[in-house]
């Protein structure tokens, strides 16, 4: 049993996520930005925690995962307005992982996307350009980072039903069938148990392959 805090909390990952963890005995903290998401966040059994990562600071971050045996970041600003995706998408999830570094938080999993990286090819006027930013900055500062990181890179995200396979082969540039956020909330939570995945990325789309053989791989 671990404890657990997911940023991001009421996101449509980290929903599904929740209730995955909770059922193998991990205890987790879900953060959320408004008291109106406590209850969905309550039905998957995690614990609801206001804290608006925007405004929240280094220190106070370490305060509220200090608890915690893993973060899993899963928060985004969802696109649109390029200064809250910097705020939110990089700023923030940088000052998490500064905050899981200075509150003895070992284990950091981020969800980015497939295609993520300071080569990410994205032109300067594409509306797409401010998060392929942010998250290339987000992840390089993991990397760079003292924490046992593991940055989970899916294609577009479907609100399919689980298939619990994937294709961790997927490349940006090679046809993307889409990736359920189910299959996400699985993949984070295989890779949560499997200390194998410490310092990798894992690139995937929903594929053949079962999600547990394809993490570890
Ligand atoms: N969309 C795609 O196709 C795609 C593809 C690959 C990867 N991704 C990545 O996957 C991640 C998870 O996807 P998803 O569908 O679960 O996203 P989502 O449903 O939009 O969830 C993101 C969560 O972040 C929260 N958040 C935003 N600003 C916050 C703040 N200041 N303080 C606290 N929480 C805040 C949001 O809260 P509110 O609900 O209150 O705004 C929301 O609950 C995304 O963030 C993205 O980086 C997306």
Known sequence: METIAIIGGHGKVALELAPILTARGDSVTSLIRTAEQ???VAATGA?????DIEQASVDELAVVLGDADAVVFSAGAGGGNPQRTHAVD????????QAAQSAGVRRFVMVSYLGAGPDHGVPED?????????KAAADTAL???TLDWTI???GSLTEDAATGAIDPTATATTGNPGTSRANVAQVAAAVLADRST????????????????AVAR
């Not at 594409?126 to 942010?134: M, N, P, Q």
């Open 38 to 40: 406590a209850i969905d």
């Open 47 to 51: 614990s609801p925690l206001l804290l």
């Open 90 to 97: 990089r700023d923030a999830a940088i000052r998490a992982i």
């Open 126 to 134: 594409h509306s797409f350009y401010a998060y392929a930013e942010a």
């Open 143 to 145: 990397r760079a980072s």
């Open 152 to 154: 989970l890179m899916p």
């Open 198 to 213: 410490i310092g990798k990325d894992i690139p995937f789309t929903d594929g053949e392959i079962p999600i547990p053989d």
